[in-house]
């Protein structure tokens, strides 16, 4: 599945590698997304990982990649609270058991956004991509 958001082309390929963070019984459900640049004089590209859901486990539909790019928007916004106690905090871990491998995600999240993005409002495109689908 491919579209197109503002100048940008989303990707969406399923690979069913790995299971989530959350959930050891989710490859059936893992894609790899792709956000390329569609300017001519850019080559930036990025890829991040995403699990749908297990009543729909295929990206089918323009609106499920959104859901996609919303979610990683989501995840860009949690990596830039600060420290790990910060980010446990504020996602509400009381036992950390897990959450360090869900933080280094964000993080990597972050890095990502920063590069492709830029220093666009993320919690607010992830706004107006929710508007968008629905």
Do not use: Q
Request: glycine fraction near 4%; charged fraction near 35%.
């Amino acid at each position: 599945m491919k579209t197109v958001w503002h100048n940008f082309e989303i990707e969406s390929e399923f690979v069913g590698k790995e299971n989530s963070n959350w959930d050891n019984n989710s490859k059936d459900r893992h894609h790899l997304i792709t956000v390329k640049d569609t300017n001519p004089e850019s080559d930036k590209s990025i890829s991040f990982s995403f699990w749908t859901s297990k009543a729909n486990p295929k990206i089918t539909k323009r609106e499920e990649l959104l859901d996609a790019l919303e979610c990683f928007f989501s995840d860009a916004e949690f990596g830039d609270y600060g420290d790990f106690y910060d980010f446990c905090n504020e996602m509400g871990y009381n036992v950390p058991r897990g959450a360090y491998e869900n933080w280094k995600a964000c993080k990597a999240a972050t890095s990502d956004a920063r590069y492709m993005f830029g220093s666009m409002r993320w919690n607010d495109v992830a706004d107006e991509l929710r508007e968008e689908r629905e």
